[in-house]
T-cell receptor, first 111, second 110 residues
Framework: EAQVTQNPRYLITVTGKKLTVTCSQN?????MSWYRQDPGLGLRQIYYSMNVEVTDKGDVPEGYKVSRKEKRNFPLILESPSPNQTSLYFC??????????FGSGTRLTVV | KQEVTQIPAALSVPEGENLVLNCSFT??????LQWFRQDPGKGLTSLLLIQSSQREQTSGRLNASLDKSSGRSTLYIAASQPGDSATYLC?????????FGKGTSLLVTP
């Protein structure tokens, strides 16, 4: 089944403790991206990657890092999480004009 | 920057009604427009994708139209059912990102 898989689905962590949210797609898509969703603000792009080793900032990149060492994987790294990064995170992939496929989401709480 | 607006923000209808959800965008230079459904606390499910060269797409009881020149898209839901209750999001694709509206929260009552 074609899908984008994110892990973990739920995560509670403490301020400053580094964490990684993994994202993997099995559709051989070149394009991958991360979004966060917050009440009243909607979905906003954090980072995107056009291909392996090619990444760029989206609208809200502060406090996040990404890497794209393999085509299928695009992890999101929070090196020093803060409470304002509490949010629902989505990974997505796309192949040109075929539309986007989203993962099931990761609900992150930073206390 | 592309701004995407969805009207209404919330909608409640009785089962069986036909309804229209509206989406407008400020920059007509889009590759495509995609409609998603999101259930509370869940992921995004793609409903319809309209390429910039197309006028409409249909899937079952859903029909989406696109008018690039006026910056508008509509999602038509025929014979609504309680299972259609969800938030509906439209998103324009300008190349490097999807720009989302804030969604229309739909409640279909039995």
């Amino acid at each position: 089944e074609a899908q984008v898989t994110q892990n973990p689905r739920y995560l509670i962590t403490v301020t400053g403790k580094k964490l990684t949210v993994t994202c993997s797609q099995n559709m051989n898509h070149e394009y991958m991206s991360w979004y966060r969703q917050d009440p009243g603000l909607g979905l906003r792009q954090i980072y995107y990657s056009m291909n392996v080793e090619v990444t760029d900032k989206g609208d809200v990149p502060e406090g996040y890092k990404v890497s794209r060492k393999e085509k299928r994987n695009f992890p999101l790294i929070l090196e020093s999480p803060s409470p304002n990064q509490t949010s629902l995170y989505f990974c997505a992939s796309s192949s040109g004009g075929l539309g986007y496929t989203f993962g099931s989401g990761t609900r992150l709480t930073v206390v | 920057k592309q701004e995407v607006t969805q009207i209404p923000a919330a909608l409640s209808v009785p089962e069986g009604e036909n309804l229209v959800l509206n989406c407008s965008f400020t920059d007509s230079a889009i590759y495509n427009l995609q409609w998603f459904r999101q259930d509370p606390g869940k992921g995004l499910t793609s409903l319809l994708l309209i390429q910039s060269s197309q006028r409409e797409q249909t899937s079952g009881r859903l029909n989406a139209s696109l008018d690039k020149s006026s910056g508008r898209s509509t999602l038509y839901i025929a014979a609504s059912q309680p299972g259609d209750s969800a938030t509906y999001l439209c998103a324009s694709n300008s190349g490097y990102a999807l720009n989302f509206g804030k969604g229309t929260s739909l409640l279909v009552t039995p």
